[in-house]
């Protein structure tokens, strides 16, 4: 019995060849989760769930923790040189095949000669990136070709039912083994391709024909279409348009690319220091907004406090002011009433000042009568 390995997704037993060998998935797992690319070393990897935004690898998630965000490598512009000025790939590859060469695609100085025509893409010198999406492009152009062939398949009729006994080629077949319902159609390798094929409108007629080649021309079916028939230089149309698939894949234009790839990165780090600055600013504003808050609480309670203190100041000076008033009214009813009697006194006679013990006289105490 086989060995058997744990997807590293869901856990489950598998065979070695039903799992990724990049990341050792299950084919559920491969269907069930995405495949995206990471914004920095721009490698394809499977993500951990469905809803998660996060586009950065393991690898260089890890890398971030310890030597911080990484700058544009020097030669192909990816933002993933963590240490120094160049990224992990292009540092490797120089020092294992020299320094690097101008890109045949990008014309970039990123491409490495590795002494191999079998790693070149059509004998050109290609980068990294460039590899990448020439690659993907003839994945595409031969799963369009695959298409195309069952379509054709599906729109050309069959050929006609061999006979069981072969029959010489200048006889013609017995009509009981041929299918009337379906068209006959030509041998094209056994067709002479190098006569020109008449036009229906200028076929000789059998009146016409001389009698030796009457049998040879009502046996041969009508002229194949265009799109069947044999290009010049002799090649089947299948394999033109194959040929032709492949000269175009030199135009084919990834978006891809590591231009736009710098650029949208280069984007989404302005984005998001813009996003730290605008949560920095809402931070700011909102203890600021606090400290208002607070201060506006305090400015309320210390007037109020005010007011009260100068209401109680208020009343007890009117209080005050009152019992004065009074008093004063009283004191000056005394002074009237104290004087009266003093002007009566002086009427009825001489009043006679009082002495003292030692002889001398004593003014009279004008405050004691106003009491």
Known sequence: MSALYACSMCFKKYSFEELSPGQQLCKDCRNSYPIVKCIYC????????KDSPNTICRKCVSNVKHYG????????NIIAAFIGFKCQRCNNAELKFGPPLTCEQCKQKCAFDRKDEDK??????????????????????KKHDSERRALTKMVTP?????????????????????NHKLPQRPDVTKMDLSAPTPAPSQAPTPTTAPATSAPATSSLPPPMPAALTRSSDGAPPSKKMRAHSSTRLDTI??????????????????????????AEKEALVLKKDVIINELKAQNFSAETATRAKLDTLSKEMDEKSTFLSSKLKQLLNDKAEAIKICEERKKQGHVEQPRGRAGKRVSPNYNTLWK
């Not at 070149?120 to 152009?141: N, P, Q």
Request: hydrophobic share 40%.
């Open 120 to 141: 070149k893409m059509e004998g050109k010198l290609l980068c990294w990136l460039c590899t990448l999406s020439y690659k993907r492009a003839l994945v595409k152009s």
């Open 158 to 178: 069959p050929q006609e039912a061999e006979p069981p006994f072969p029959f010489p080629f200048d006889l013609p077949i017995p009509s009981f083994l041929t």
């Open 42 to 49: 721009r490698i394809e990897f499977q993500q951990q769930s």
């Open 253 to 278: 234009v990834d978006p891809n690319s590591s231009e736009h790839l710098v650029a949208m990165t280069a984007l989404k780090e302005q984005i998001a220091i813009l996003e730290r600055k605008l």
């Open 69 to 76: 965000k990484p700058s544009a490598c020097m030669y192909c």
